[in-house]
């Protein structure tokens, strides 16, 4: 469970983010490992943070869901240019996959043409041409026509459980601020680093 105080801070960065224009606050870079231990980083999109971590959405057969089934241990990272001298928010820790009534929940919630793409996207797997995937997308938009689009069941939320946080707080000639929280147990312990 992740300490208020942590919690509150990065909420309030968020919304700093947000008033001051950045055009993607909730970007994120998440970097996972597959079976033989090659990294791999992309950018995903923020879609909850609360007591419990930092909450994704994503086609759990793509890479990035086989690399999860592989290695659990994740590390996203919030880059924020315009935000003071610049903000990073760095997290490690471990990835699990969510109810499936949380991801019920939000899948509901997307626009209907992102969720007849859940449906027509075979997510990292080879497209031969693009007229493929526009036939796969008419398929599913027939299939739903005249009712609501289920969740498909490769499709869902992970949840990023912190074991260490770390606010990065830029300044002028290097000299930044850095401030990291590490988890040990169910107790967070707080200390500086030098920059």
């Given at each position: ?15 700093d ?55 659990t241990?994740?590390?996203l ?52 041409d ?66």
């Amino acid at each position: 469970m992740l300490k208020s105080e942590i919690l509150d801070t990065f909420l309030q960065l968020l919304d700093d983010a947000r008033a001051g224009g950045d055009p993607e606050p909730t970007a994120m870079n998440l970097s996972t490992v597959d079976g033989a231990g090659r990294v791999s980083s992309r950018i995903v999109l923020l879609k909850g943070a609360d007591e419990r971590g930092f909450r994704f959405y994503t086609n759990y057969q793509s890479d990035k869901g086989s690399q999860l089934d592989a290695h659990t241990q994740v590390a996203l990272c919030f880059h924020w240019k315009t935000l003071r001298e610049g903000v990073q928010v760095r997290v490690e820790g471990s990835a699990r996959k969510v109810l499936p009534e949380e991801s019920d929940a939000y899948f509901a919630s997307r626009p209907r043409q992102s969720q007849i793409g859940a449906w027509a996207s075979l997510q990292s797997q080879t497209l031969p041409d693009r007229e493929t995937f526009d036939q796969r997308v008419a398929r599913y938009e027939q299939e739903f026509e005249g009712r609501d689009v289920t969740r498909p069941p490769h499709w869902g939320g992970y949840v990023v459980e912190p074991d260490m946080i770390e606010f990065w707080y830029g300044a002028e000639f290097r000299l930044h601020e850095r401030v990291r929280w590490s988890r040990h147990g169910q107790t967070w312990t707080c200390r500086m680093l030098y920059p």
